[in-house]
């Protein structure tokens, strides 16, 4: 079953993920959906979180960091500046502080630990939730379709989403045990009990990341797609990422299974290098049979040029969306 078939059986899917290792063309595939979705007249946000602006070199414009932008019509791109982002996260922080407690500028020690957080992984996740959970919760799109970085298989999100939980309650309960010195203080002296805007704020983001999980684990609206080519890290590390996914209680909704050498080649005149190549794809893609034939719902051609700019966009969604050329290949091994 094509991916338009799939969305077709399944109309409440309104949120699609793409993930998988780097360079195996996760992006191209948001891309390729993004335009059969538009080109059917359905509004539709493609949304990546990749530092390295990638949907930007597929479209062949330039939209990292500067919002939501058109590319065709009914077809819109955003790729999130995560470092501006975060940056911006420390700067509400560092002038929340100076507030609550009349400072005149943030502590050295204090200003160094919130700079020196931006390091820290978790806050690029942060970031991404934040934006994903923005874009969703206004509701202004038919589809969104999230190309999400290569960390790992996209599913290290939602365990990192209870870490962060875990992290949140850990320094808020912290900073209510000193609050509570602090409200001593100001009885003592007459003073007005003020509101912990630290705390507030912990509180907040602590909701947004539910929000998040809730988002990504919701069976009825969210679909979670893994791209994989055929080799054999790539198929040991799908078998890993399934299992994640069952721990986590998530269904893995289908795989695509990328940059595959047509078998017709054989017949040509090709060097010996790319037969060999391709006989080899032919094992591994047997072992994709055997091993997640149900979960694969599309197989892609290698094509002759590098799939930019949108007339290259409609030839891989034809194979992605409509065309079960997964079941042809699968057939003829």
Request: aromatic share 10%.
């Amino acid at each position: 079953m094509a991916l338009g078939n799939f969305l077709k059986e399944n109309p409440d899917i309104k949120i699609l993920i793409f993930a998988g290792k780097g360079g195996l063309g996760k992006t191209t595939c948001s891309a390729a959906i993004s335009y059969y979705l538009a080109s059917k007249g359905k509004k539709v946000l493609c949304f990546s979180t990749d530092p390295q602006a990638s949907l930007s070199d597929i479209f062949e414009i330039d939209a990292f960091g500067k919002g939501i932008i058109e590319v065709a019509r009914n077809l819109f791109l955003m790729e999130i500046d995560a470092d501006k982002k975060i940056k911006e996260y420390q700067e509400e922080i560092k002038k929340k502080i100076i507030q609550m407690y009349l400072l005149d500028k943030i502590p050295e020690e204090i200003e160094n630990y919130i700079d020196s957080a931006a390091a820290e992984p978790a806050m690029y996740e942060s970031a991404t939730y934040d934006a994903m959970v923005d874009v969703v919760s206004k509701g202004e799109f038919d589809y969104y379709i999230f190309d999400m970085p290569p960390f790992g298989h996209g599913v290290r999100m939602i365990s990192m989403a209870e870490i962060l939980n875990l992290w949140i309650d850990k320094i808020s309960e912290t900073m209510k045990e000193a609050a509570k010195y602090e409200e001593i203080i100001a009885r003592m002296r007459g003073e007005k009990v003020k509101e912990n805007e630290v705390i507030k704020e912990l509180n907040y983001i602590k909701t947004r990341i539910n929000s998040f999980t809730n988002l990504i684990t919701n069976r009825k609206t969210t679909a979670f797609f893994m791209v994989i080519t055929p080799e054999k890290l790539s198929i040991d590390d799908t078998e890993k990422a399934i299992k994640m996914f069952k721990e986590l209680k998530m269904d893995l909704s289908g795989i695509i299974v990328n940059q595959v050498y047509p078998k017709e080649l054989l017949n040509k005149n090709i060097p010996e290098l790319l037969k060999n190549r391709i006989n080899a794809q032919s094992e591994y893609l047997k072992e994709i049979k055997s091993k997640f034939g149900n979960k694969v719902i599309a197989i892609i051609p290698m094509f002759e040029k590098e799939p930019k700019g949108l007339k290259m966009l409609e030839s891989v969604s034809q194979y992605l969306a409509e065309q079960d050329y997964h079941l042809k290949v699968f057939n003829e091994l």
